[in-house]
């Protein structure tokens, strides 16, 4: 077949994950690009399937078997991001620990749109705390999985699109795509270029609509931002959003925004989420536990907290920036 040109350009958005996720894919022939999407498209409808963390579905299962105390058996690749969740908790100290699920469900972020009304008790919250669920109480033994713990109630939430979009990216390379960028609602993986230019993404402004800043991705590279200025409630004028400190049981409200560069989606996602957790005092030692250089956070103030490794990447598209930093 006659090789199509880099500046041939395939578009397609699907609706996963809760979010649209856009795919391009470029310099390759119609049917090609047209196969691969419909392909990653049944990826990530399986995956969010699985993965779900309050439907119907193999984590629900689980779930179900966890809190009666047996063991279940599940397919190899929930037992890989099992293991791959084990390994990224252990690595910031718990700060992102998926075993924490009754904890967002309680605040009630297991649902499509955010909670309204009251916060839970202090009481409920801190008897959740107390039943102290962690992923290492978790033992996985091959596809075996069985809880010490009772109280461990599995949330993915805070690392698997990360994964997720991995494996998309993985099945267009099988497919013999080079040159394409997935795009789950600003969380992005890219492989190769934007025709002659590298692939360019924004990170957004919490505060604001519009961009702090702009840069430009390398082949492989990826970019997560978790925030909390999208899932969140509000209630007697505090604000109550989806990410939650496991040794508090609380919603984390120092940090705002955390947008992580690097080569792995289910590490820099899953890293995301923990910095904010870490909060201003940890985040550093913390990127660095778990191998994430390129680190750029938003606090409740509007300061930013950037890793030279991020800053040497920026554009400035902000104003002001980056005379904030
Ligand atoms: P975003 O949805 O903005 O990408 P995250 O990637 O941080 O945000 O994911 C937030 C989700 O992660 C929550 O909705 C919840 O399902 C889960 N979660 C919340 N707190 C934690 C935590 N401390 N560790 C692991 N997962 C968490
Ligand atoms: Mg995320
Ligand atoms: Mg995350």
């Known amino acids: ?5 880099n500046d041939q350009v395939h578009r397609e958005t699907l609706y996963v994950f809760g979010t649209l996720v856009e795919i391009e894919i470029r310099g390759e022939q119609r049917d090609t690009a047209l196969t691969a999407t419909a392909a990653v498209g049944q990826v990530l409808q399986q995956l969010h399937r699985d993965w ?49 699920g009754a904890l967002v469900a309680l605040w ?23 039943a102290r669920p962690r992923i290492t ?14 109280a461990v109630q599995l949330d993915l939430g805070g690392f698997a699109k990360g994964a997720a979009l991995d494996l998309a990216a ?22 190769g270029t934007h025709g002659r230019r590298p692939w360019r993404v924004a990170i957004r402004d919490p505060f604001v609509w519009g961009a702090v800043a702009a840069l430009s991705l390398r082949p492989g590279e990826v970019l997560y931002t978790s925030g909390n200025y999208e899932r969140y409630f ?10 939650i400190d496991p040794r508090t049981g ?32 940890d985040w550093a030692r913390v990127a660095a536990a778990m191998g994430v250089s390129a680190v750029l956070m938003i606090t409740d103030t509007g300061e930013l907290l950037v890793t ?11 104003e002001g920036f980056p005379d904030k930093v």
Not at 57 to 77: F, K, T
Not at 170 to 191: K, S, T, W, Y
Not at 254 to 263: A, F, K, M, N, W
């Open 1 to 5: 077949a006659q090789a199509a040109r």
């Open 52 to 100: 779900h963390a309050w439907r119907p579905g193999a984590l629900n299962d689980l779930n179900a078997a966890i809190a009666r105390g047996e063991a279940h058996a599940v397919d190899p690749r929930l037992a890989g991001i099992l293991h791959e969740a084990r390994r990224l908790s252990c690595e910031s100290g718990g700060l992102f620990d998926p075993a924490i």
């Open 108 to 130: 009630g972020f297991h649902a499509d749109t955010p909670p309204q009304g009251a916060p839970p008790s202090p009481e409920s919250v801190a008897a959740l705390v107390a």
């Open 137 to 150: 109480d978790l033992h996985l033994d091959g596809t075996d999985i069985r809880s010490a713990n009772p």
């Open 170 to 191: 993985a099945e267009l390379r099988a497919r013999g795509i080079d040159n394409a960028v997935l795009n789950a609602g600003g969380d992005v993986n890219v492989l």
């Open 234 to 243: 509000e209630h007697e004028g505090e604000r109550f959003a989806h990410i």
């Open 250 to 281: 609380y919603p984390v409200r120092e940090i705002v925004s955390v947008s992580v560069l690097d080569t792995d989606g289910a590490r820099a996602d899953a890293a995301a989420t923990a910095l904010a957790v870490a909060g201003r005092a």
């Open 308 to 318: 030279q490794a991020m800053l040497d990447r920026l554009d400035p598209a902000g």
